[in-house]
C-alpha cells in the first residue's frame, strides 16, 4: 500500500513535468495504447467506432488521447477525448481544449455523457478498496456504450524486467515503476472489486502476463 512518489504532494512542478516526460517514453516503449486499439472495436464493431466520444481517466498529459485519435484518423474515425485527472500539472501540460481536473471517485459528467470510458495504468495509484470500487461505479455511470479499463499485472518478473528498463531513468521514476507493479493487480481481484461495484457483467482479463483489462458492455 505504500504511495508511489509521484503521489507525493510535495513536489515541485518541474519534477512532476519530469516524471511525465519519462512516463511518455515508457508508453511508447510498452505500446501502451494497444489494448485500446484493440478492444474498442472489436466490442463495438466498426460502424459505431466512426465517431465516438471518450472519456479518459486519470489521463495525466493527454498522451492516450492523442496517439489514439491520431490512429483513429488513419481510418477515416472521429474519436473525440476528454481527459480527466486530479493532478493540476498535468492539466498545464496538455494540449487538449478538453481537460479536466477533477477525481475518477466523483465524476462531474451527467449519466451516459461518453460513447467510451477508459483508463490506463491509473487505478493502482487509488488508496483502498472503497476508491476502486466507486472508480468503477462512477466509470459505468458515464459511459453509455463501453467501459474498458487497464492496469498493471502484479508478478515478480515483470517487476524485475522494469527496473532493467528503468536502469536509464531516474532513481524516483524507477522506484515508481516497480512499486507500480507491486501495487498492481491479479484477475481474481479486479473481478472481485467489478462485483462489490455492483459491475456483475464485467469481463476481466489477463494480457500478454503483464496487463489486466477490464471491460463493460451496455
Ligand atoms: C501513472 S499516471 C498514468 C497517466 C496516463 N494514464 C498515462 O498512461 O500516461 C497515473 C495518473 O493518475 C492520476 N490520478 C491518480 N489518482 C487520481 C484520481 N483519484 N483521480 C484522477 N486522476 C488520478 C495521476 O495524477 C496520474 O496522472
Same mark, same amino acid.
Given at each position: 500500500?505504500?504511495?508511489?512518489?509521484?503521489?507525493?504532494?510535495?513536489?515541485t512542478?518541474?519534477?512532476?513535468?519530469?516524471?511525465?516526460?519519462?512516463?511518455?517514453?515508457?508508453?511508447?516503449?510498452?505500446?501502451? =495504447?494497444?489494448?485500446?486499439?484493440?478492444?474498442?472495436?472489436?466490442?463495438?464493431?466498426?460502424?459505431?467506432?466512426?465517431?465516438?466520444?471518450?472519456?479518459?481517466?486519470?489521463?495525466?498529459?493527454?498522451?492516450?488521447?492523442?496517439?489514439?485519435?491520431?490512429?483513429?484518423?488513419?481510418h477515416?474515425w472521429?474519436?473525440e477525448?476528454?481527459?480527466?485527472?486530479?493532478?493540476?500539472?498535468?492539466?498545464?501540460?496538455?494540449?487538449?481544449?478538453?481537460?479536466?481536473?477533477?477525481? /475518477?471517485?466523483?465524476?462531474?459528467?451527467?449519466?451516459? =455523457?461518453?460513447? /467510451?470510458?477508459?483508463?490506463?495504468?491509473?487505478?493502482h495509484?487509488?488508496?483502498?478498496?472503497?476508491?476502486?470500487?466507486?472508480?468503477f461505479?462512477?466509470?459505468?455511470?458515464?459511459?453509455?456504450?463501453?467501459?474498458?479499463?487497464?492496469d498493471?499485472?502484479?508478478?515478480?518478473?515483470?517487476?524485475?524486467?522494469?527496473?532493467?528498463?528503468c536502469?536509464?531513468?531516474?532513481?524516483?521514476?524507477?522506484?515508481?515503476? /516497480?512499486?507500480?507493479?507491486?501495487?498492481?493487480w491479479?484477475?481474481?481481484e479486479?473481478?472481485?472489486?467489478?462485483?462489490?461495484?455492483?459491475?456483475?457483467?464485467?469481463? /476481466?482479463?489477463?494480457?500478454?502476463?503483464?496487463?489486466?483489462?477490464?471491460?463493460?458492455?451496455k
Amino acid at each position: 500500500m505504500q504511495a508511489e512518489y509521484f503521489d507525493g504532494v510535495d513536489r515541485t512542478p518541474e519534477e512532476i513535468r519530469a516524471h511525465y516526460v519519462a512516463l511518455e517514453r515508457m508508453n511508447r516503449l510498452t505500446r501502451f =495504447e494497444r489494448p485500446f486499439r484493440v478492444w474498442i472495436p472489436k466490442f463495438l464493431g466498426a460502424d459505431a467506432c466512426r465517431r465516438l466520444r471518450i472519456l479518459d481517466l486519470g489521463a495525466g498529459n493527454g498522451q492516450l488521447g492523442r496517439v489514439l485519435s491520431e490512429w483513429a484518423a488513419e481510418h477515416g474515425w472521429e474519436w473525440e477525448f476528454t481527459n480527466l485527472d486530479l493532478c493540476p500539472v498535468a492539466a498545464r501540460l496538455d494540449p487538449s481544449e478538453r481537460h479536466v481536473v477533477g477525481s /475518477v471517485t466523483a465524476l462531474p459528467f451527467a449519466e451516459g =455523457e461518453f460513447d /467510451v470510458v477508459v483508463a490506463t495504468t491509473m487505478t493502482h495509484h487509488l488508496p483502498g478498496d472503497a476508491e476502486v470500487i466507486a472508480h468503477f461505479r462512477e466509470a459505468h455511470r458515464v459511459s453509455r456504450r463501453l467501459v474498458l479499463l487497464c492496469d498493471l499485472h502484479r508478478n515478480l518478473i515483470f517487476q524485475m524486467i522494469l527496473w532493467c528498463i528503468c536502469l536509464r531513468d531516474s532513481r524516483h521514476f524507477r522506484a515508481d515503476g /516497480v512499486l507500480s507493479i507491486r501495487r498492481g493487480w491479479r484477475v481474481p481481484e479486479w473481478r472481485d472489486l467489478a462485483s462489490r461495484a455492483g459491475l456483475d457483467s464485467a469481463r /476481466v482479463w489477463l494480457e500478454h502476463g503483464t496487463r489486466v483489462l477490464l471491460a463493460v458492455t451496455k
